[in-house]
């Protein structure tokens, strides 16, 4: 499957994930890359793949236009490296209420 949903910005860490509002295709795919001080790839690409579980008409409102993110060299699979906080008009007392995903 081809990637979707994936907006250049400049160079690959100025790039913006978005999942397109309307698709048939409840999930997203995108290639990352492991860069080192000199902006060259020393690891991938490799691809992730986004699931949307929640599609509906509540788009959530994030704090942020833009996250940054930073994996160290050598982390261990599962340890976080992000936080993205937003808020949603779902119903509080649904699943959709709070969210914790892993990138495997």
Known sequence: ?????????GPLLDRVLEVPEETDVPHGVYWV?????????????VSIT???????????DFNQTLYDGVV???????????RVY??????PSTPNAKHFKPIP
Not at 33 to 45: C, H, I, R, S
Not at 86 to 91: G, Q, V
């Open 1 to 9: 499957m081809e990637p979707i949903g994936l907006k250049t910005k």
């Open 33 to 45: 890359e492991a860069l080192d001080a000199d902006l060259k790839t020393v690891e991938g690409p």
């Open 50 to 60: 986004i699931i949307v579980k929640d599609m509906n008409d509540n788009r959530p």
């Open 72 to 82: 160290r060299q050598h982390s261990r699979p599962g340890r976080p490296f992000m």
């Open 86 to 91: 937003a808020t949603d008009k779902d119903d």
